[in-house]
């Protein structure tokens, strides 16, 4: 599966960094976020990249908090669904803006979870 991505880093709180696979055109209305299970990362994703691409989407894989390439904190409490949700959060507001949000959020597994 071939498409051309970007690599970022979304600092969501003074102690956690959300490491984020980003392709497409980011028109504000038109993104999606997918959302990786247990034990996966954002590659878990690379196959509906290219269908949700053609489709016009801005696409964002993160590796939820504790995988991938995002902080790993030490202490348990700091992996409940409210707190990686709260992550979530931050993401939507740095890619849509305060008032913005996703056209799409697909979860899988823990994933599933955190977009419920």
Request: hydrophobic residues 40%.
């Amino acid at each position: 599966v071939e498409f051309s991505a970007i690599h970022s880093f979304v600092d969501v709180s003074e102690t956690i960094t959300i490491h984020c696979v980003e392709a497409g055109e980011n028109k504000g209305d038109n993104i999606v976020i997918l959302l990786h299970g247990f034990p996966d990362f954002w590659y878990t994703w690379k196959r509906q990249y290219l269908s949700l691409l053609n489709e016009g989407y801005f696409v964002i894989t993160p590796d939820i908090r504790g995988f991938g390439g995002s902080s790993k904190p030490y202490d348990i409490k700091d992996y409940s669904a409210k707190t990686v949700s709260s992550d979530i959060e931050a993401l939507r507001i740095h890619y849509c803006g305060e008032d913005g949000k996703f056209a799409l959020i697909v979860g899988h597994d823990w994933g599933a979870i955190t977009t419920w």
